[in-house]
């Protein structure tokens, strides 16, 4: 969606000064290279970042001033003996406290203002708490492994005004928060008023997949799935609106797209399917008009999940197997050996032994080639922990109780345990393969063990398991703790 660019105002800002001492320290590599160096590098002071090859390309180009606390960490850590501004960065007094405005400069609180235009950097409607545990543009707190770049207030302002006005990505995301927070205005209204859509959005909206998905990985999907609705309808405002200039146009097909993704997925974890489907198949759609494989592969890759979930499991095959296709010049081993084991679930559904078996040595094969810099962002999950808990899934399709538990029990073992929602789905997988394994009173602990977590994740997939687990053990309500998980599974309330 190409668009001639806009015409300069003498109110522009001065373009930002490239970080040539970060671009030093970068070297030879590129920075697909680099920014897996900085992932492996998180991953040895146990941070987690979602960086990329065009994080680094914007630290370069020097959009990015200042990083947020936990890149700070990792920088330095990559770099010891370095300060921040060693690396090229400013220090972050210089980019705080921009919100902190006078009456004159700020928004009046009863004037409705349009969405301003990419490069309009107003300050926001009220000052900035940094120690405010609601406040919008600190929602991840100082410690967060996925805080993002919200210390960076010449961006950070535009793309709180600009979705605060309209309901739009950013701040619906941050509403999707643990504490509930609500934000007025109606997502389809804001970008009308705009001639052109740039850089601020685009950004916000890559923000705002990364923030479902964080809160995803820690609470579940059933809580977030209608609040999600609303930046969704939000990006494809945007993307009717036009773009400035080609780049922009391609990250908001491709964050509109991942977007819906996220969305889907939030659908289909709550049971959602027919919902999750629609979500998906617009993001296929997406990924067609733009020519994107990565986004085509991902969508196909959910689509697969979701077939093998709803009863559909040829449909699972064929969809794993379109999104091997379209990854194929993608170079990423890691995304094959994730689609692989799509596969393998959708030859499981068929009792496919066989073709189970051998998709799951590919996956295997291919994930032991290890990350790489072409990994997509999105994958951030997939580790051994997930290789694990997705085999331990199609043993169990295929009625292997015994090796489905072995594999349950190691993802378990090797989950990150701030990632609860996936603890308790592995726990909940190993103990529902224990309990048709024969072993009622191991299965019975695991179950306790995921009750324990019920009070951080909403999950309907979960809760689903669990009243499997619950039925199988009935005959044994008399084995020791067997009595107790069903008691405690009893009193949960019915899902409405």
């Given at each position: ?56 390309g ?15 960490r990792?920088f330095?850590?990559?770099?010891p ?88 990505a ?66 494809y ?19 509109a ?60 095959v064929r ?24 596969e ?153």
């Open positions: 969606m190409a668009s001639s660019p806009m015409t300069s105002s003498s109110q522009s800002p001065r373009p930002p000064r490239p970080n040539l001492a970060f671009r030093r320290l970068r070297g030879q590599r590129s920075p697909g290279e680099f920014a897996a160096a900085v992932r492996r590098a998180a991953r040895e002071i146990d941070e987690r970042v979602s960086c990329d090859a065009r994080y680094i914007r630290v370069e180009a020097g959009e990015i001033r200042c990083p947020n606390y936990a890149y700070e990792v330095l850590h990559m770099f003996g370095r300060t921040l501004a060693d690396l090229g960065f400013v220090p972050r007094s210089a980019v705080r406290g921009r919100g902190a405005r006078t009456a004159e400069s700020a928004l009046s609180p009863h004037t409705t203002s349009p969405l301003p235009a990419p490069h309009e950097t107003n300050g926001a409607h009220e000052p900035h708490d940094p120690h405010h545990p609601l406040d919008p543009h600190d929602l991840h707190g100082p410690h967060d492994p996925h805080e993002t770049d919200d210390q960076n207030h010449e961006e950070s302002d535009v793309r709180r005004r600009a979705f605060m006005s309209g309901g739009t950013t701040v619906a995301a941050a509403s999707l928060g643990p504490w509930g927070l609500a934000f007025g205005g109606t997502a389809e209204a804001a970008p009308r008023s705009v001639r052109r859509v740039g850089e601020a959005e685009a950004g916000a909206l890559e923000e705002a997949v990364r923030k479902i998905r964080l809160l995803d990985d820690r609470h579940g999907a059933d809580g977030l799935y209608r609040r999600a609705a609303a930046p969704l309808r939000a990006a405002a945007l993307l009717d609106v036009g773009a400035t200039r080609q780049t922009t146009a391609e990250r908001l097909h491709a964050g797209g991942e977007l819906a993704i996220s969305v889907g997925w939030l659908a289909h974890d709550s049971g959602r399917f027919d919902d999750a489907r629609s979500h998906y198949a617009e993001a296929l759609a997406t990924a067609r008009v733009a020519g994107d494989p990565a986004l085509e592969a991902h969508a196909f890759c959910n689509t697969s999940f979701l077939a093998r979930d709803a009863g559909r499991p040829r449909e699972a969809a794993a197997q379109a999104a091997q296709y379209a990854a194929r010049s993608l170079g990423s081993a890691r995304l094959l050996s994730l689609l692989a084991l799509r393998a679930g959708g030859w499981a559904g068929l009792a496919d032994r066989t073709g189970c078996e051998q998709a799951l040595t590919r996956a295997q094969a291919l994930y032991g080639r290890g990350p790489c810099g072409a990994d997509p962002e999105w994958m951030s999950f997939y580790g051994d922990a997930e290789l694990a808990g997705l085999e331990a899934q199609c043993w169990s399709t295929l009625g292997d109780w015994q090796r489905a538990a072995h594999q349950a029990r190691r993802a378990t073992r090797l989950q990150d345990p701030h990632f609860t929602r996936n603890l308790a789905l592995y726990t909940a997988e190993l103990a529902d393969d224990l309990a048709r394994a024969g072993h009622p009173d191991e299965a019975a602990a695991a179950g306790l063990r995921v009750l324990d977590l019920l009070d951080e994740v909403q999950s309907s997939r979960v809760q689903t398991m669990l009243a499997g687990t619950a039925r199988v053990l009935l005959p044994h309500r008399r084995t020791s703790g067997v009595s107790d998980f069903l008691a405690r599974h009893g009193a949960l309330p019915r899902p409405t």
